[in-house]
């Protein structure tokens, strides 16, 4: 009886140690990363490799950085187990996680860094705006620089950046560095008008030159004159009016094309406008002469900007006199010949009235026409305007004249 019970004993160890123990020549390693990597450059190569994994279950490597997130597979390399990280991962800068997965447990996780590759010159993007400002020192451009490797990676913050400036042969040099992907500095106005010339370098890549416009700043007071080939009042002639050259208050010529407005007022309260355009910081502007003795006052405007002198401009009456022959029923008249200063027929176009009042006073009808070789005609219809005795008032040239007919 005592043998019977040694052998099950015995019978019950040998149990025990096959389900607790490994097996003869099996060999139980904790899963281990044999190449521990901090950091590498964007681009190169990346090879994860594992120890201790349990051959009989497959394992994957999940990776994830800013390009994206993917499922890698493993390979057998010798004793350990190899995953080949892919290139468009290893070329993105920034922070690679992964974690090795097998019977659905984490079984080694980690992350690494991919710098940017700075064996090669970077990329440099530039720019550049508003491409024009306004002088007087308070207006300004900025640049922007955005150095990249060869892979689009912005460079390790506090890349030092030279920001280069150039207005009228002064050179001036900025250093600045990286910081949230860029470099950047204000380029601000002078008090000339002119260019300025912009440019960086980065880790021996040179941009190309950006340029920004200084135009000048608003208008001054300025000053307004005329010009005529004479002071009469004919109608014909032309009157230039013009400024002087306009300045800003840093002494700049302003920019072509800048719009002047000439607002002339005449005696009887009426008021006239003409505008020209600047050009080599001078506007000009004409205006024919009008046809009756007047007094101007010429007022010239830059709109919001500037206002010049009021200058006073007379004209003196051309036509004198004229004649106003009538037919024998007096429903036909003649004005005319209309002369000038120096006797000679007046120019084509010059207006011609006929007021037309009843024998009472009461207002009927203006006629209006126009002098050709000095003489305009009008005709009083019987069908409008019945026998009786009318008071007719012709104006020509600023002259009127009045008569009392009596219509056959």
């Not at 992350?111 to 020192?137: K, M, N």
């Not at 500095?185 to 920004?212: P, Q, Y």
């Amino acid at each position: 009886m005592k043998q019977i019970y040694t052998l099950y004993l015995l019978l019950a160890l040998v149990a025990c140690k096959k389900v607790g123990e490994p097996t003869a020549g099996t060999v139980l390693l904790p899963v281990a990363w044999s190449n521990p990597i901090d950091s590498v450059r964007a681009g190169s190569p990346i090879l994860l490799k594992f120890t201790g994994l349990d051959e009989s279950t497959m394992a994957s490597v999940y990776i994830s950085n800013t390009f994206g997130a993917a499922v890698l597979s493993l390979e057998k390399e010798k004793n350990a187990w190899v995953c080949t990280i892919p290139q468009n991962f290893t070329r993105t800068a920034g922070p690679l996680h992964w974690k090795l997965v097998q019977h659905k447990e984490v079984k080694r996780f980690s992350s690494l860094t991919i710098l940017p590759d700075g064996r090669l010159p970077p990329h440099v993007e530039t720019y550049f705006g508003p491409r024009s400002i306004t002088v007087g020192g308070r207006d300004y451009s900025m640049l922007v620089t955005i150095p990249t490797d060869p892979f689009d990676n912005r460079v390790l913050t506090g890349t030092e950046v030279t920001i280069k400036s150039e207005f009228q042969n002064d050179v001036q040099s900025f250093e600045k560095q990286t910081a949230d992907f860029i470099a950047w500095k204000n380029i601000f106005s002078t008090n000339i008008a002119g260019r300025i010339l912009v440019s960086a370098s980065c880790l021996r890549t040179d941009t190309k030159e950006l340029t920004t416009i200084l135009f000048p700043a608003n208008a001054e007071a300025f000053e307004i004159d005329y010009q005529r080939n004479h002071e009469y009042a004919d109608g014909n002639q032309i009157i230039s009016f013009q400024t002087n050259i306009l300045k800003d208050r840093y002494g700049n010529k302003i920019g072509d094309g800048t719009l002047v407005t000439f607002l002339i007022k005449d005696s009887k309260g009426g008021y006239l406008k003409t505008t020209g355009m600047s050009i080599g910081g001078i506007a000009a502007a004409s205006l024919l002469h009008p046809t009756e003795k007047e007094q101007w006052e010429v007022t010239a405007f830059i709109t919001g900007a500037a206002k010049s002198n009021t200058i006073s401009v007379a004209f003196e009456q051309a036509v004198v006199d004229f004649s106003t022959s009538f037919s024998t029923n007096n429903r036909t008249l003649v004005i005319g010949p209309l002369k000038s200063f120096m006797q000679q027929i007046i120019p084509d176009g010059i207006a011609v009235t006929v007021g037309i009042y009843d024998s009472q006073g009461v207002y009927l009808e203006t006629k209006k026409g126009t002098a050709k070789n000095g003489i305009c005609s009008f005709a009083l219809q019987k069908e409008y305007f019945e026998k009786g005795w009318y008071r007719l008032e012709v104006k020509a040239a600023g002259i009127l004249k009045k008569y009392e007919k009596e219509l056959q």
